[in-house]
């Protein structure tokens, strides 16, 4: 009696993501224009208002730029297709964006204690203070957002 055919090994193959425009209509890769859209308005808010904390919008600025240019790149890399090389792409993904998401959550609550302070001083960097707040509010939620979409899907 022969013996039966071991079963055939099973390798893992990353996930296909859509190419091209067709990228920022899936989830979880639609968060990643948003992201850098709201994530460079907190910056660019910040630093068009006279610094009162330096410290903390120091932090704000420093998390905002840091964290628009390695999503930059992590997009980059799923337009190039570099994503296909790695078997733990997703781990690295979700691993970003949620401590992102937490990093950017810490710096939106030092924004809105800025915007706090600023109130008493000059209305204008009140006003500008104001709406990077609630960009930074936004782009942490879609930091999280992502981190959660990427690990479930």
Known sequence: M?????????????????????????????????????????????????VANPLLQGWVMYVSLTSFLISLMFLLSYLFGFYKRYESWRVLDSLYHGTTGILYMSAAVLQAHATIV??????????????????????????ILHAFSIYYH
């Not at 209509?25 to 660019?44: D, K, M, N, R, S």
């Not at 960097?125 to 936004?138: D, K, P, Q, R």
């Open 2 to 50: 022969a013996s039966p055919d071991p079963p055939p090994a099973t390798s893992y193959a990353p996930p296909e993501v859509p190419l091209g425009v067709v990228l920022f209509f899936t989830i979880p890769y639609a968060f990643f224009l948003p992201e850098l859209i709201f994530g460079c308005w907190v910056w660019i808010l910040v630093a068009a208002t006279q």
């Open 118 to 143: 600023s109130e008493t001083q000059d209305l204008k960097n009140y006003f500008i203070n104001t709406a990077a707040s609630v960009f930074a509010f936004i782009t942490a939620l879609l930091y």
